[in-house]
Antibody
Framework: EVQLVESGGGLVQPGGSLRLSCAAS????????MNWVRQAPGKGLQWVSY????????YYADSVKGRFTISRDNAKNSLYLQMNSLRAEDTAVYYC???????????WGQGTLVTVSS | SYELTQPPSVSVSPGQTARITCSGD??????AYWYQQKSGQAPVLVIY???KRPSGIPERFSGSTSGTMATLTISGAQVEDEADYYC???????????FGGGTKLTVL
């Protein structure tokens, strides 16, 4: 059974940092492209970042470029999102999602809540 | 930056056909995908590659595209289909992923 389990969310002050993790199981993680997607309270889905299976291709949404860093450890079947210089508008549930070669996100985690507030 | 535009809401009675549209300049060249999200849950893929249905998704869900518009059709909508629906695609480069703003479907 495919499972994606996010962790690392919590309350952080504006300007602070947080590192999210996504533990993957039930599939060959090292062959899978991965993404982070977020959803602010009561708002829609927003794509955040993409990383290729090997980690050598990375893309970011303009809203997080220069502040967030996506990475992965294929030996640990884990995906990460390092978030720096956090702002109130970064408050959201953060999901990790597997991307199939054809482009669809076929599996999602249940999300981890990040709250940026003083 | 690239945008996909959806209507904020669509409302139908049970058994009627619901159509949710999504417009984007790159849709003639890039596939559209549709996700269903019920309250408090993670999104679920209901249509991929414009019109393909994943296993386990009811046949009443279908997708189509015409020019710069993709459409999700729910034929004979059920009360349990009430949810937020998001279209998804990429920009013309294929590098940046983008979701539409979402459409709240009400079936009552």
């Amino acid at each position: 059974e495919v499972q994606l389990v996010e962790s690392g969310g919590g309350l952080v002050q504006p300007g602070g940092s947080l590192r999210l993790s996504c533990a993957a199981s039930g599939f060959t993680f090292s062959s899978s492209e991965m993404n982070w997607v977020r959803q602010a309270p009561g708002k829609g889905l927003q794509w955040v970042s993409y990383i290729s299976a090997s980690g050598d291709t990375i893309y970011y949404a303009d809203s997080v470029k220069g502040r967030f860093t996506i990475s992965r450890d294929n030996a640990k079947n884990s995906l990460y999102l390092q978030m720096n210089s956090l702002r109130a508008e970064d408050t959201a549930v953060y999901y990790c999602a597997r991307e199939q070669p054809a482009g669809e996100f076929d599996y999602w985690g249940q999300g981890t809540l990040v709250t940026v507030s003083s | 930056s690239y945008e996909l535009t959806q209507p904020p809401s669509v409302s139908v009675s049970p058994g009627q056909t619901a159509r949710i549209t999504c417009s984007g300049d790159a849709l003639p060249k890039k596939y559209a995908y549709w996700y269903q999200q019920k309250s408090g849950q993670a999104p679920v893929l209901v249509i991929y590659d414009d019109s393909k249905r994943p296993s386990g998704i009811p046949e009443r869900f279908s997708g189509s595209t015409s020019g710069t518009m993709a459409t999700l059709t729910i034929s004979g909508a059920q009360v349990e289909d009430e949810a937020d629906y998001y279209c998804y695609s990429t920009d013309s480069s294929g590098n940046h992923r983008v979701f539409g703003g979402g459409t709240k479907l009400t079936v009552l």
